[in-house]
């Protein structure tokens, strides 16, 4: 095909429009319904011109009789094919649809069915044998039986228009040529009336079927035709609308063609019949689109009516709504303010009686904005939530807990019963604000210590809660050294120190160690406005773990922390479960395992952990889950293995499982069984196993993972 020009290929679609949308017709899967097919045929022709002009092949491909076609008409079938197939593919969830695949915008018909005139009992079977064929199939029917197009020109219109296997839909044109005959095709039928197979159903030599625009078969003794795909043999000069007249199959021998039905009425959509579509509905439709229309109304006026505003507010977004409880919710005057006084005498210790502290706790200015884009972020805003928090505005007027400067910002620290809030901006304007969403619910008084304040320089600051008596930094990876004090100021905000959070090696892993007026307790900075509380011990009764045992145990686990980081974690409990003698003498080794519990309740981490021997050696992970109850309240029960190497160089597959399991078992790439919570098996370098434990009831529990 040549260069194809925008004008030559409207006058091609103009001229022949009727032929095109019956082509578009015809290849549209029968299930669209014919109103929808009538109008999506036309809609693809439609749209079938180019925007510019289209260049053609650099060297162009020696023409054959058949080929004799105006470029223009043959660059607009090629995209009435196209567009065709696609519209008869099936929506899919993951891939982006097309646009031939949706009903059609234009044209469009209100209130009327359209559809061809009905055909007889002939055009009837043959739409039903189409409707059996795919996409492809039937294009290469219609480009055969309708265009006159021999098999090598069917092939090359089909891989045009985009389909992978032309040479599928060739094989399945002829099937149904070849099945069994439709009503009126044997001798004497409509077909041989018609002017496509001659008395016998069998084509003569020579004989070709009727021209694209209904005319005559040519008679016998005409000019000789070949093979498929037209090779070899005498071919007639082009018809009056520029295509080959060529037989119904380009292939050797008698074949049958429908050609004629696909040129009758029923296969039609210019000639159309019109019909209502169903009254009662479309009156039940146009009551509802009326409210609908005035429900848009009424509520476009309630948003578009002018109020005095909340002015100035910094980084928030443009207000969307004036529901009274939601300004009483932003109004810095209604914030909750708890006296210092209070929480002595509370029969309970969490955020709720913590004071208002800080020196800008009357800046109205400062705490207007912190509400309103608490409310409303605007897209420069910096926001951040730990999983499962819900983002939105307050439902009331929230609690002040902290509104001060601190490292260079202006930062307001916020608390709902549910959340709580960092709003943070710069001290010379409101670009760059940052807001910081944690779940707190359920916080008792070691849950509600302590809040991050600020992060700076890979420094973190704490605000303390007023019950604190005392605050200190400990290295979990140095477990023989002594705490470090770390000194706060009037309202408990405390000095920097470095932060595991924002460090990107495991060197050091420094914690807030607080004293209350119950003991001391250890608080990890894991990327959230909450710290969590490390804890060491059985699930049923786990301790804060500032004990030698505990720090000893920690120290080599506490680079797992980073697993859980920003994940909403509340807690994190580490336990022995199990100590192992190793083989060949090395001594023995500890199975532990951490829990880190989330504040969401959902969604919590499991880890089991291998120690050898060698205090200086990091843990081993054996195996992780989340989601899972194991290793917890509900379900204390842990199992886990590993491949070990012993000092002498051998090979082994350790197990161990909680006290409960009665015995533990391998299969797979090593088989091995022991009676007790203890396993170990000689094994291969790189071997695999599956493990299994067994419960004194009975049950079969497979290993953590």
Known sequence: MGPVDVEQAEAALVERYPRLV????????????????????????QRSLPRRRVAGPSVPEPRLAEDAVDPGYAY????????????????????????????????????????????????????QRLSRLSGPGRAAYVLRGLERQGDAEVLRVLAAAGVADPAAALAEADALDDAPELPGEGPGGALAQAGVLPPGGVLPPG??????????????????????????????????????????????????????????????????????????????????????????????????????????????????????????ALDPGALKRVDPAVWPASTRQDFSVWPARGALTGDRALLRRALAV?????????????????????????????????????????????????????????????????RTDGADAVGSAALVLSRAAGNVRYLTAPWVRETSVRDLLAPGEDARQLGRDAVGVTEPMTSPALAKGCTRWNTLQVRDGSGFRMLADLGELAPARLLWGPPAAPA??????????????????????????????????????LPEGAGSGTWLCTRAETWRGTG?????????????????????????????????????????????????VLAAGSPDFTALETSGGVKGRSDGPLLAVKAAAGARADLAGTLPEGTRVRALR
């Open 374 to 438: 608490w409310a409303r972020p605007g897209a420069s805003v910096r926001s951040s939530a730990t999983p499962g928090t819900p983002v939105g505005p307050p439902m009331g007027p929230p609690q002040l807990l902290f509104a001060g400067e601190v490292d260079g910002a202006r930062v307001v620290i916020l608390h709902d019963g549910l959340r709580a809030v960092r709003y943070a901006e710069p001290v010379g304007g409101t670009a760059g604000a940052a807001l910081d969403f944690a």
């Open 207 to 328: 004989g070709g079927g009727a021209g694209p625009e209904g005319g005559a078969a040519a008679e016998p003794g005409g000019p000789g035709r070949s093979g498929a795909g037209g090779a070899g043999g005498d071919r007639p000069g082009p018809d009056a609308a520029g295509r080959p007249d060529l037989p119904g199959h380009g292939g050797p021998g008698p074949r049958r063609s429908g050609a004629a039905l696909l040129e009758s009425d029923e296969f039609d959509p210019c000639a159309l019949q019109a019909r209502p579509t169903d009254l009662l509905r479309r009156r039940q439709h146009a009551r509802a689109g009326i409210v609908a229309v005035a429900a848009l109304l009424v509520c476009g006026a309630l948003l578009g009516l002018p109020g005095d505003g909340w002015g100035r507010n910094g980084a928030a977004a443009p207000s969307y709504a004036r529901n009274p409880a939601a300004e009483a």
């Open 604 to 652: 919590s981490r499991v880890l089991a952990q291998f120690l050898v021997p060698s205090p200086s050696v990091p843990a081993a992970l054996a195996a992780r889950s989340e989601g899972s109850p194991a290793c917890g309240v509900r379900d204390p029960r842990v199992l886990a293995g590993v491949l070990w190497q012993a000092p002498g160089g051998g090979w082994y």
């Open 22 to 45: 019956r082509i578009a017709y015809l290849v549209l899967p029968p299930s669209l319904g014919r109103n929808r097919r009538v109008l999506t045929a036309h809609a693809l022709v």
């Open 544 to 581: 804060d773990a500032t004990g030698p045992e505990a720090r000893e145990a920690w120290a080599r686990t506490a680079c797992q922390l980073s697993a859980v980081r920003a994940h909403g974690v509340r807690s994190v409990n580490a336990w022995r479960f199990a100590r192992q003698p």
């Open 76 to 127: 607009v079938r090629s995209e009435v094919l196209r567009q065709a197939l696609v519209a008869g593919l099936p929506l899919r969830r993951l891939a982006l649809p097309s646009r031939a695949q949706f009903p059609p915008l234009l044209p469009h018909v209100w209130g009327l069915r359209l559809f061809p005139r009905v055909g007889g009992a002939d055009e009837l079977a043959l739409d």
